[in-house]
């Protein structure tokens, strides 16, 4: 499931409304609950039919001081569109005891098996809003599906969160190649994780022990090819002082020919093609790049998310605050998820850190993941802070921050983070579509009612 929600800032009455819903349920081949179900239960009572939305009495919408005044459930195989329109201020008091203006906005929420499906269907729904007020669109942008106008907007939203939080707010965007992903994959097997750490920390690896310390993975020739033919290991020649061990040159490629070359080695005075010559193995720029600062678990991370339906674009690396970073931020359904990620375990000051980076940025949700575990201090620390466990907290405080989410090794990295990302959409995109439908009861009464009404009013002429 993919969400994108936009809210149009448009004066729309009921009526307004009403002629947006028919168009809009005609060109998905959709059906409108609430229009469906009244409908066939006027058909069904021989009443007349007047089609009234449903208006939610409470519900989310209350929570941001907003007053629903019409609302839709349309949904198709494919597409499930929630439109809601709302009245805010009004009967607020403002800052300084004026009535703060009432405003309208009418708010779209499409939820769709594509990030580009949910942007074709809100850029319809943007047609019919614009139609049904017989107003020319603010731009071209906002009624082309193939302008992506609704996803740049999501993107836009996110970026101007991240840089709200402080000045110097900084980002990137994820990167990684196909390559880099295979090897992220294989560094969760321990043994794998061991033999690169020793690659990129030692500065070289002699062809021997290569191939020992290779041989001792499964399945050590596909891994020792794929390291070779992607570039993470480069075969270098190097060229040792006979005299006294010392290396005095080295070569990109093993493949050079000393014996034309005039250069003189300063210790012993052979020249190079006479000292001792060999090949060994070097990590590549590309690989120390993927090893250092744990970027290989950004990558398997962000990988895991858009496998459970998030998309790349939402996906924040690297996010830094003044002396701050959090490793990974990602929008779930326009709330921030934050991701601190350690390739050694997680300490007590890791956790000190941690906690103060998220009470800056308030995630919804927080995620620490360690390929090896979060040490029991750590734990501690997250217990007296959310107020879990035995240890309470300091006497008069209040739990200030909730317990995070530890995913301690990364065989079942994929499985953890789908689930939790399923469960979050099934109760957010549930909860809203309840608060939609929530006046709908009111519906099916009026349209009962008008039945033994219209009976009532036939008796009368009869009599
Ligand atoms: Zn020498």
Redesign the pocket.
């Known amino acids: 499931m993919k969400i994108l929600k936009y809210t149009f800032e448009v004066e729309i009455n009921d009526e307004i409304f009403r002629d947006l819903v028919k168009p809009l349920v005609e060109r998905l081949e959709a059906t409108a609950v609430s229009l469906f179900l009244s409908e066939n239960l006027s058909t069904k009572l021989a009443t007349p039919f007047v089609y009234r939305p449903t208006v939610p009495s409470s519900g989310l919408w209350s929570l941001y001081g907003k007053t629903a005044t019409a609302a839709e459930v349309i949904c198709n195989e494919d597409n499930i569109l929630i439109l809601q329109n709302s009245r805010a201020g009004g009967r607020v008091r403002g800052l300084f005891g004026g009535l703060e203006p009432e405003k309208s906005s009418f708010e779209a929420t499409a939820i769709s098996r594509t990030l580009i499906d949910a942007n074709h269907v809100l850029s319809l729904v943007s047609d019919a809003v614009y139609s049904s007020l017989s107003k020319a669109p603010p731009s071209d942008e906002i009624v082309n599906p193939d302008s992506f106008f609704f996803i740049k907007e999501s993107c836009k939203t996110h970026a101007a969160y991240l840089r709200r939080l402080k000045d110097t707010s900084e980002y990137k965007m994820p990167s990684y190649d196909d390559e880099d992903l295979k090897l992220s994959k294989l560094l969760c097997k321990k043994e794998v994780q061991e033999f690169i750490f020793r690659i990129v920390q030692s500065r070289t690896l002699t062809e021997a022990n290569f191939t020992q310390e290779v041989s001792a993975i499964d399945p050590a020739e596909s891994l020792s090819n794929f390291l070779l033919a992607s570039g993470f290991v480069i075969r270098e020649a190097f060229v040792e002082?006979?005299?006294n061990s010392q290396r005095?040159a080295r070569f990109n490629s093993d493949d050079v020919t000393l014996d034309s070359l005039m250069i003189k080695?300063a210790?012993?005075g052979?020249y190079y093609r006479d000292?001792r010559i060999y090949s060994a193995f070097v990590a590549s720029e590309k690989l120390k790049n993927l090893i250092t600062s744990s970027r290989w678990m950004n990558v398997l991370v962000t990988d895991s998310l858009i496998q459970s339906g998030i998309p790349r674009e939402f996906i924040y690396w690297n996010f830094s605050f003044g002396a701050d970073e959090i490793d990974i931020v990602a929008f779930i359904d326009t709330l921030p998820w934050v991701f601190e990620l350690k390739d050694r375990e997680f300490s007590v000051t890791d956790a000190h850190h941690f906690n103060y980076r998220r009470s800056v940025i308030e995630p919804s949700q927080a995620f620490i993941v360690t390929s090896r575990s979060v040490s029991p201090d750590a734990k501690r620390v997250f217990e007296e802070i959310s107020g879990r466990g035995d240890v309470g907290t300091i006497l008069g405080s209040s739990p200030t921050l909730p317990y995070p989410n530890l995913i301690e090794g990364l065989q079942d990295l994929g499985g953890v983070l789908e689930k939790m990302v399923d469960s979050h959409f099934q109760t957010k995109v549930g909860a809203e579509i309840k608060s939609a439908l929530g006046g709908i009861d009111r519906i099916i009464s009026n349209v009962v009612l008008a039945s033994v009404a219209s009976e009532q009013k036939q008796r009368s002429v009869g009599e």
Request: proline content about 0%; overall charge positive; some cysteine.
């Open positions: 002082c006979r005299q005095i080695c210790t012993c052979r000292e």
